[in-house]
């Protein structure tokens, strides 16, 4: 049944998604050049919102659960398993008070509107993943961005989305990166379940019903850790939530 209303429903979302991102382009130009960081964040957070429960017409549930008082006026880099493309703007919206940033591929910061466009003026990094010493150096300039701004940053440290819903190992280098140049942030894990079923047909259709959930677990304190040891305990973390064993 999912699949059968996913054939029905998809298009109208496909619709208003995209429909949300045309005219967030322009709404988004004007806050940057009009108003600055501040006017074009606000943008964002919007265009995010409405791109997060545009989900609901294909009957999804949302979950977002933070029992932390997480800090306000500290860099935190928040540490998350990666599914689907659908894991990005409600990470955008639900942790908009935090500021965070992403490190994506530079390609996407052309030719989709919206996205392209907040790519290039929002403050993340944007990296080519065939030059190194490139990625490097654009993670290290997020990270002084973060220290001047008390700014975070999310990081999909299994490299690529987990189609099948399945952790896997996580990478060290962009922790590590980041704590060269952020040594105080707070690494937060948060584990996002069932957001690789919306797309385990495929693009289209999207499946229909499914209920997403996007979880914050115990803050990590960096303190005399070894930035390695601090990635290998957030990926037990979610993978203990998603009862994943290593």
Known sequence: MNKFFGYIFSPLFYLFFGLMLVIFQ???WLCYNLGGYKAHKKSVDLLNFF????????????????????????PIIFVVNHQSMYDIPALIWFLRRHHAKFISKIELTRGIPSISYNLKHGGGANIDRKDNKQA???????????KENNWS????????????????TFQFGGVATLLKTVP????VPVVIENSWKLVQYGPFPLSFGERLSWTV???IEPGTLHPNEITLQA??????KLNQPL
């Open 26 to 28: 322009p709404i988004q």
């Open 51 to 74: 791109l997060t429960y545009t989900l609901y017409l294909l009957g999804t549930s949302i979950r977002f659960h933070n029992p932390y008082q997480l800090p306000a006026n500290r």
């Open 136 to 146: 490097i150096m654009e993670i290290l300039k997020l990270g002084k961005r973060m």
């Open 153 to 168: 940053a999310v990081i999909f440290p299994e490299g690529t989305r987990a189609k099948d819903g399945r952790v896997k």
């Open 184 to 187: 105080n942030a707070l690494v």
């Open 217 to 219: 677990l115990a803050p």
């Open 235 to 240: 990926e037990l973390e979610v993978r203990q």
